[in-house]
């Protein structure tokens, strides 16, 4: 189904799992939320909180990776100053 723009347009599908829903939304990622890890194709928090969904489980091994090693990175670097 295409919108008036040549957008595809996307329904949810009966059975989908839905992410739970974050209070803090619209924040970004907090020091407390990592590490995150991956469990199958869901990104999730330390407190069990799923973040993201990967379109499969090696993009979300990759991303997690990423988004561990940053953190690490800004860890270090809040403590080198």
């Known amino acids: ?3 008036s723009d040549g957008v ?4 949810p599908t009966a059975g989908a799992r839905e992410c739970r829903d974050r ?7 907090r020091s ?3 590490p995150v890890e991956v ?7 330390q407190q069990g ?3 993201a969904v990967a379109a499969d ?7 997690v990776r990423r ?6 990175s800004d860890q270090e670097d809040q403590w080198a100053l």
Request: net charge negative; hydrophobic share 40%; aromatic share 8%.
């Open 67 to 72: 988004l561990n090693n940053s953190d690490r």
């Open 49 to 51: 909180v799923i973040i």
């Open 8 to 11: 595809q347009l996307f329904q």
């Open 39 to 45: 469990r199958g194709r869901e990104i999730v928090t």
């Open 1 to 3: 189904m295409f919108g």
């Open 32 to 34: 407390e939320h990592f």
């Open 57 to 63: 489980p090696a993009i979300g091994e990759e991303i």
């Open 23 to 29: 209070s803090d939304r619209s924040l970004p990622l």
